[in-house]
């Protein structure tokens, strides 16, 4: 399948299309782990597995990734000194999405909503140029939902932000939306 899309930064993208149709691989293929067969994905002009791109861009994925025996604010603390920001932004974040009474407890304990939370904060901790979020609402209570989305907002504002999501959130307005049609092989003869 021949693909091709360039994105100009700042704004807010939804990207869109059917189970199956690559939005995923869009994610793993910017985040630089997944390289393309053939092509070239960029991150501002430079390749995306290439080192000097992760401080530039932030991958959310659908699925939490979570270390079970550390505490929630374990992961918080450990999240900002990767990356070399106050741990006390992301505690502040985690309260503002409800975490506090959970800041105590190992990762592996969380139900889906929380787990998605801690995940959402600690792979959005410091300044980026570029986000890519996986379906992060999927789980996560309204009330935290409608935090998401003001963040995500704000950060559109001097940010690349692409949501792959299938349903859009209220105060969400996308610059964008690309859709992406399912990927159907041709046959060979």
């Known amino acids: 399948m021949d693909a091709s899309l360039a994105v100009e930064a700042p704004g807010l993208i939804l990207l869109a299309g059917p189970n199956g149709s690559g939005k995923s691989t869009f994610a793993e293929l910017v985040s630089g782990y997944l ?5 070239k994905v960029h991150i501002a002009g430079v390749n995306a597995h290439e ?10 994925r659908a699925e939490p990734s979570h270390f079970p025996l550390l505490t929630v604010h374990d992961h918080i603390a450990l999240a900002s000194t990767a990356r070399r920001v106050d741990r ?19 990762a592996g304990n969380l139900s889906t909503g929380t787990a998605k939370k801690l995940w959402y904060v600690i792979n959005t901790l410091g300044s980026f140029d570029l986000a890519v ?13 409608a935090v998401m989305a003001e963040e995500m907002t704000e950060w559109s504002q001097s940010a690349c932000i692409v949501l792959i999501t299938h349903a859009l959130q209220p105060g969400l307005k996308p610059d964008r939306v690309i859709q992406i049609s399912e990927f159907t092989p041709q046959k060979s003869n």
Not at 88 to 106: F, K, Q
Not at 133 to 145: H, I, L
Request: overall charge positive; glycine content about 8%; charged content about 30%.
């Open 35 to 39: 390289r393309p067969w053939s092509g």
């Open 51 to 60: 080192a000097r791109t992760r401080a530039r861009r932030r991958v959310c």
């Open 88 to 106: 006390e932004t992301g505690l502040r974040r985690a309260t503002t999405l409800g975490l506090t009474p959970w800041l105590n407890e190992n």
């Open 133 to 145: 979020f996986d379906e992060p609402f999927n789980g996560v209570d309204a009330q935290s939902v």
